[in-house]
């Protein structure tokens, strides 16, 4: 168990609909991490939050939005969903601003029919 | 932008062989990072090297760096059924970006007991 929780586990829903992942990091971890992982692309980071601020962004979609409340949980938005956009959602956490060494969530398996 | 590739995609092996993934990348590394993947489950942190030419052993794992920080070894030595999973590489973000992790593909390990 890496201290860290996300919610739900599995997700299904349709196309064109909006979903809401949901991360709580390991105690006193500052910094969230948002990666998406699919067969064919592997595990892709998405957005980096320290602290309640936008700290780096990689590959996400515009359709794609996250912030970090002030009890430093966080949450990614997924809207307009596509089939495309099924994918394990990680979360991880670490205490510093640059830590490579990151500890993941169990993720969220949704899938868009 | 940064490519962190790695081979095999697959390895197969008995129980008891050894067992070799190998990480390249585009550029130049600070540093790099081993993650481990069971089945089912979320990355977890193996290891972290940052010199250059440096080599880390964990029990049956030897990690390696290599001498112009572009490439990366993990090696297993009389793989055990508990071996099983994908093992990412993962490189810290070129740049501006050097908050986020860059994961190859990964090496998918099973194990025949």
């Known amino acids: 168990d890496s201290g860290v929780t996300q919610t739900p586990k599995h997700l299904i829903t349709a196309t064109g609909q909006r979903v809401t992942l949901r991360c709580s990091p390991r105690?006193?971890?500052?910094?969230v991490y948002w990666y998406q992982q699919s067969l064919d692309q592997g595990l892709q980071f998405l957005i980096q939050?320290?602290?309640?601020?936008?700290?780096a962004k990689g590959n996400i979609l515009e359709r794609f939005s996250a912030q970090q409340f002030p009890d430093l949980h966080s949450e990614l938005n997924l809207s307009s969903l596509e089939l495309g956009d099924s994918a394990l959602y990680f979360c991880?956490?670490?205490?510093?601003?640059?830590?490579?060494?990151?500890?993941f969530g169990p993720g969220t398996r949704l899938t868009v029919t | 932008g940064q490519q962190v590739m790695q081979i095999p995609q697959y390895q197969h092996v008995q129980e008891g062989e050894d067992f070799t993934t190998y990480c390249n990348s585009s550029?130049?590394?600070?540093?790099i990072q081993w993650y481990k993947q069971r089945p089912g489950g979320h990355p977890v942190f193996l290891i972290q090297?940052?010199?250059?030419?440096e080599v880390k052993k964990q029990k049956r794992l030897t990690f390696q760096f290599g001498e112009a920080k572009k490439n990366s070894s993990l090696h297993i030595t009389a793989t055990q059924t508990t071996d099983v999973g994908t093992y990412f590489c993962?490189?810290?973000?070129?740049?501006?970006?050097?908050?986020?992790?860059?994961f190859g593909k990964g090496t998918l390990l099973t194990v025949n007991p």
């Open positions: 991880a956490s670490s205490s510093r601003l640059a830590s490579y060494e990151q500890y």
């Open positions: 105690s006193g971890d500052l910094s």
């Open positions: 939050y320290y602290n309640g601020e936008e700290r």
């Open positions: 550029t130049t590394l600070s540093n």
């Open positions: 090297l940052v010199k250059s030419g």
């Open positions: 993962a490189g810290p973000g070129s740049g501006g970006s050097n908050y986020k992790l860059t």
